[in-house]
């Protein structure tokens, strides 16, 4: 019988990479702006570029299921990140905008945002990153 080893598949590598850029992330935020998650900074960031946006929108965006973000967004507000109202065309929906505070913490952390993705793209190419980008869009297509 042939074993199946998962460390020895892209698929491995690939999240062994995301969870590892993802732990460095959240240390470099911390240092920054004490108690935001990676995750509360992407629905920020994702608010700030989306004015509008509907909740289960931003969690197709972000990769997270409609709860977590619902208890993503319950937290930035009680942390004064967000401010949420009643959409007043569906009363079933939520309008939601980034508090000064929120403005605030997102001006402080594009920098490091940026700075992020440069120590974690040291060393690879453009030319290298368009090649990941090209088969990471197929193996999307195929699935």
Known sequence: ????????TIFYTIENAIKTYRKYVQKKLSAVADGITVDQMMILATLDENLGMAQNEIADLVF????????IIELLVKNDYLTRSINEADRRKFNLHISAKGHATLKLLKPVIYQNRKDALRGVSETEVNQLFTILNKIIHNC
């Open 64 to 71: 997270k299921d409609h709860a977590s973000v619902t208890r």
């Open 1 to 8: 019988m042939q074993k199946i080893d998962p460390t020895s």
